[in-house]
């Protein structure tokens, strides 16, 4: 009889949130993927669990996902944990849950901590809908390109960030979005434990002034309201776009969405953009 493979959710921050049945899971399951050993470790050594750890990452999850699924199919049952929250919420996973799924393996969700849905729900913005986009980009225009995608989105969107790439996040998301309500939850469940509130462009000037900006941060921006009638002439409109980073076509691109108008359209009047006259 094939084992079952358990999705463990574990703590983001705070130990206690490991919730009793995670921990019996995690303690009579016959293996733990962990996503780095040592960090999970600190969990397992809290709680006084010795079931034994093997690693399971992005760099090693094709060859790993292989052999955890022949433990699996050996009877061996099997806890995968990332780091800390939910596992495959921009985490490693996918590839050995769908091979599980393929093979009639029972995938066993054990609910628990999630950054995403803390983040939310004491954000003070709408819950009834919300786009969570993981990771923004690291690179600029691939980040602007995203948030362009997301302008119209009638939702909370939710994005995780790197410390050191925030101040520029809210950059771009200022630039794109427009001063939208957005919220930076910082150090979720930690004992420095924040949410700033206010433009992207407040919270902009916030952050600035502290100089280093350290800690795990989901950040929130408001959904799209109905935008107001753009009679900006469409050439202009594209060289807009084109000063503030984005490539022409990308701009032609993102005008043609806006006012949902043929590419063609858009191309042939910036062809013809005269910035003297601007």
Do not use: W
């Amino acid at each position: 009889m094939a084992g079952t493979l358990y999705l463990v959710a574990t703590p983001i921050g705070n130990l206690e949130d490991l919730t009793y049945r995670a921990a019996r899971v995690l303690k009579e399951a016959g293996l733990i993927a962990c996503e780095d050993t040592r960090q999970t470790r600190k969990l397992l050594d809290h709680y006084g669990i010795r079931t034994p750890a093997t690693s399971y990452h992005e760099h090693n999850e094709a060859e790993r996902a292989a052999l955890l699924l022949a433990k699996l199919q050996e009877g061996t049952s099997v806890a995968l944990v990332s780091d800390a929250g939910t596992p495959l919420v921009s985490d490693p996973g996918y590839r050995l849950v769908t091979l599980a799924v393929a093979q009639g393996i029972r995938v066993e969700p054990v609910p628990g901590a999630s950054a995403l849905l803390a983040a939310l729900t004491a954000s003070g913005m709408p819950t009834d809908a919300f786009h969570f986009a993981g990771f923004l980009p690291a690179k600029p225009g691939p980040r602007r390109k995203v948030l362009d995608s997301l302008k119209d989105e009638a939702a909370t969107l939710v994005f995780y960030e790197a410390p050191h790439r925030i101040l520029e996040s809210l950059e771009d998301v200022e630039s794109i979005l427009g001063p939208r309500p957005a919220v930076v939850a910082r150090e979720i469940t930690k004992l420095h434990e924040e949410f700033l509130r206010g433009t992207p462009a407040q919270l902009l000037n916030t952050l600035q002034a502290r100089g280093a900006i350290k800690g795990e941060i989901t950040l929130l921006v408001g959904k799209a309201t109905a935008p107001a009638a753009d009679d900006t002439p469409l050439d202009q409109a594209v060289e807009e776009l084109v000063r503030a980073g984005m490539t022409r076509m990308e701009a032609i691109k993102c005008v043609a969405r806006r006012r949902g108008l043929p590419k063609r359209a858009v191309y042939k009047e910036a062809r013809t953009f005269d910035p003297t006259k601007a």
